[in-house]
């Protein structure tokens, strides 16, 4: 059979190596089919041309046709669905991955045939032989679909025990090259803080004349679910580190790949294997440069930390959300925000980048526990924060709270709105008045902001911003996107962020 795989955006896109796609067309490939992947963020950022996937259903004249993508990729997913089965009937439409949390909407107000949910290393090939043979498929595991009108969902698939039976991903699927991350635009998110501390030099120099990285993934799964997390993975599973390595030197032979951003969930669960793997960079001469993406302040120590920084590391990120312990308890992060600030200040201590996240609007959020939040910034001197508002998603945690409470009328127009303004303040889950919440996000940007360029020195931007930043807080949830972009690029003259 022909199957052709679909990563299609959210309307807010930003490009990826679909890793997901990648895997499914390697199982694809496996089971003695023909796999060929659309990635839809590179059709066209604004809009998914129509006339571009006609064309590639006409040359490759697929069996199947697989969408993947996230929850707010439904919208343009329910749109390529609905043309598909109104022109090309006889094609079978199936879904997956983050997408399939909308299963119920992809099922009933789309024209998709078959979600998987889970793992499809042994799913999808049982699928993929029942079509084969013609055999019914609706004893497989980990799959929904409609009966008689009605949704069912099959119990999930069981999971992989050992990671390292997976093959690689089949890169070959893809233009690798289109995919590869500048470590320039990289770099220009610290360039204040690389311009004003020599501690940083090591990092210069290590990345040297390395000009791109990629994503890999060494586990699947994480220890603990946040409030706002989306996870079919139950527990932790990691790679071992020999499969990382040659992983890596895999990518280093047949791309000329050096960087590598590793994308898990949690990358440090295990210490020793944290350590294993430093040891194994040395050992095996590896020349790379790398970020963790993913870590807890529970799992590191300055032991740690050194030997990632002597091994290639450049930057490794944690999941602070917040700098209060009231919220961080109902996030369900299992860690106290004295242990956040400590190790977010002994990463900058030891020479690694780091951003903080912060995800403001939980239910129990105030303005006091926005007020600690502000002081764990100003505590830590944090240089590089992502801010957003809590986004409620289908089977997320927060979704069963939100159904409950009745928060969102129509899922559909949500889950847009979220495409096209996510992380922006879009459902009060709070107690706390509408005019109040929708400020949170101007107020710790003016308090961070200012205390940054206080602290480094920079009084007449202090004085400026303490201006110009009072005015945004208190006036900017209502002023027009434009308006914003506006006083946004002359802003960017004196190195303010707004």
């Not at 064309?55 to 996230?70: C, L, Q, R, S």
């Not at 993929?128 to 009605?150: A, Q, R």
């Not at 945004?472 to 303010?496: D, V």
Request: hydrophobic share 35%; charged share 25%.
């Amino acid at each position: 059979m022909n199957i052709m795989l679909i990563d299609v955006p959210s309307r807010k896109a930003t490009i990826m190596l679909p890793l997901g796609l990648l895997n499914v067309g390697g199982i694809i490939e496996r089971c003695g089919h023909k796999a060929k992947i659309i990635d839809a963020y590179l059709v066209d950022k604004e809009r998914l041309h129509i006339n571009f996937i006609n064309k590639m259903i006409e040359d490759f004249k697929p069996d199947i046709v697989g969408f993947g993508g996230i929850a707010t990729s439904y919208g343009r997913t329910k749109e390529l669905s609905l043309h598909i089965k109104d022109r090309y009937p006889n094609i079978l439409q199936i879904a997956g991955g983050p997408l399939a949390s909308t299963y119920e909407l992809l099922l009933a107000k789309a024209r998709v045939d078959v979600v998987f949910h889970g793992e499809t290393e042994i799913s999808l090939p049982e699928f993929l032989e029942c079509l084969e043979h013609g055999k019914v498929f609706h004893n497989v595991p980990g799959i929904s679909f409609l009966s008689n009108g009605k949704v069912v969902r099959n119990n999930p698939p069981e999971q992989i025990k050992n990671l390292d039976e997976i093959p690689f991903p089949a890169y070959h699927l893809v233009d690798l090259n289109r995919y590869l991350s500048s470590i320039k635009d990289f770099l220009a998110a610290y360039s204040l803080q690389l311009r004003h501390s020599s501690q940083y030099s090591s990092i210069i120099k290590k990345i040297r004349d390395r000009t791109k990285y990629i994503p890999i993934v060494t586990s699947r799964g994480c220890t603990h679910r946040c409030l706002f997390c989306y996870r079919h993975d139950r527990g932790h599973r990691q790679h071992s580190v020999n499969y990382v390595i040659e992983h890596i030197k895999y990518l280093q032979k047949t791309y000329g790949i050096f960087g590598f951003e590793f994308i898990d969930e949690l990358f440090n669960r295990d210490i020793e294997w944290v350590m294993e793997f430093c040891n194994a960079i040395e050992r095996e001469n590896l020349d790379i440069f790398y970020m963790v993406d993913g870590a807890r302040v529970d799992r590191v120590d300055e032991k740690m930390l050194y030997r990632l920084k002597q091994t290639g590391c450049i930057e490794i990120n944690y999941g602070q959300e917040s700098g209060s312990d009231t919220i961080l308890r109902e996030l369900g992060k299992g860690v106290t925000g004295q242990q956040n600030k400590e190790i977010t200040k002994l990463t900058q201590q030891v020479g690694m980048l780091t951003t903080v996240p912060l995800v403001i609007g939980s239910p129990s959020e105030t303005d006091k526990t926005i007020d600690e939040t502000i002081q764990f910034l100003k505590d830590t001197d944090a240089h590089v924060i992502s801010l957003n508002y809590m986004i409620p998603l289908p089977e997320t945690p927060i979704w069963q709270y939100v159904m409950k409470k009745k928060l969102i009328a129509d899922v559909e127009r949500y889950l847009d709105d979220v495409a096209e303004r996510g992380g922006m303040p879009l459902v009060n889950l709070t107690s706390v008045l509408d005019y109040k919440w929708r400020r949170w996000n101007e107020k710790i940007l003016y308090e961070h902001i200012k205390h940054y360029y206080k602290t480094t020195g920079r009084l007449w931007l202090y004085s400026l911003y303490s201006v110009v930043g009072k005015m945004r807080m208190y006036f900017g949830p209502f002023i027009p996107r434009s308006t914003k972009e506006k006083i946004g690029r002359f802003l960017r003259q004196f190195n303010l962020k707004i």
